[in-house]
């Protein structure tokens, strides 16, 4: 596992940080969480990723993800497919 981090700092006015800090208490964690639904949400962080960077269990990234509404895409196709391989490893 690699155990480097990057530091990455965020500039914002004055006004929007307090009235963020307001309704986050912690805003560093804020931001991370924002960071890590949005990234999960647009397919750029996986579950797993998401896990590691907020250092949660399998089972409270998956509580977060919910209480965030950030649900895995999945439509129609992805169903007919996942129906498909269950159908042949069923006759195997």
Known sequence: MDTKSRHIAVELPEDIATHLQ???RDLS??????IAVEGYRDGTLTRDQVGRLLELSFW??????KSRQ????Y????FENDRKDIDRIARQ
Do not use: Q
Not at 29 to 34: K, S, V
Not at 70 to 73: E, I, N, S, V
């Open 70 to 73: 950030a649900y895995l895409a």
């Open 22 to 24: 307001a309704a986050w």
């Open 29 to 34: 964690r804020g931001t991370l969480e924002a």
């Open 60 to 65: 409270e990234t998956e509580a977060f993800l």
């Open 75 to 78: 439509n129609e196709e992805d």
